[in-house]
């Protein structure tokens, strides 16, 4: 799964720059622009997300991470099985007509030992600064705002290599040659993303 992420903007990281840059270009005079978070980003927290403008260009815009529950009190949904998204009622439509990326430069998870003690690490790919997740995002009215709010989730497959050691679950990560083809592409070609067997390499290191 993916529960945590890592968000860095400074000079060296300069694609995720451009995409702060681009985004306050376009929304630094709205409310959503003013809840954008760096850092450490949790559930709920409101971050840069990529989506698909119009051709091969595209618009980052503010988004929540996290579909709202179904029931009140209930917990928003943050991440979708990318091996069941389109079967889904919940993902179903969002994956056919608005799939969109989420910028990283890494991810967080838990390692639990035999006596039940938890290590965080924090997971960055090997040869890039900048991860490309897969995700899906959807829009709903918010009728005390009068306005539509955007959410997104995080799709996820099965670990591999030694993340495996860690969790049985991790983001799905697209490639910067293929981001495209994740956004616009027709059904069988996102199925063809998710069977791909080129894997991004990751390095590992203790977080606290």
Same mark, same amino acid.
């Given at each position: 799964?993916?529960?945590?992420? =890592? ?17 306050? =270009? ?34 980052? =815009? ?22 069941? #998204? ?12 608005? @799939?969109?990326?989420?910028? #990283?430069?890494?991810? &967080? ?21 900048? =991860? ?44 910067? @040659? ?12 996102? @199925?063809?993303? &998710? #069977? ?13």
């Amino acid at each position: 799964m993916c529960g945590r992420y =890592l968000i860095e903007d400074g000079e060296e990281v300069v694609d995720m720059r451009k995409i702060f840059d681009k985004l306050e =270009l376009y929304y630094s005079n709205t409310e959503e622009y003013i809840k954008v978070k760096k850092g450490e980003i949790f559930p709920t927290d409101t971050v840069p997300v990529i989506i698909p403008e119009h051709d091969t260009k595209l618009d980052v =815009l503010p988004m929540q991470w996290g579909f709202r529950p179904v029931k009140h009190g209930g917990r928003a949904l943050i991440n979708a099985r990318s091996e069941t #998204a389109f079967e889904k009622p919940t993902f179903r439509e969002p994956m056919i007509n608005k @799939r969109c990326i989420i910028p #990283a430069n890494g991810f &967080f998870e838990w390692q639990t030992d035999p006596s039940g003690k938890k290590q965080k690490y924090l997971i960055k790919p090997a040869a890039s600064p900048l =991860l490309y997740f897969a995700g899906i995002y959807d829009r709903k009215p918010d009728l005390s705002a009068k306005k539509d709010l955007v959410h997104f989730v995080i799709l996820t497959q099965d670990s591999y290599g030694p993340i495996r050691s860690i969790h049985h679950r991790m983001p799905v990560a697209i490639a910067k @040659r293929d981001v495209l083809k994740w956004l616009n592409g027709r059904e069988n070609d996102v @199925r063809e993303l &998710f #069977a791909a067997s080129s894997f991004t390499e990751y390095k590992f290191s203790q977080a606290f």
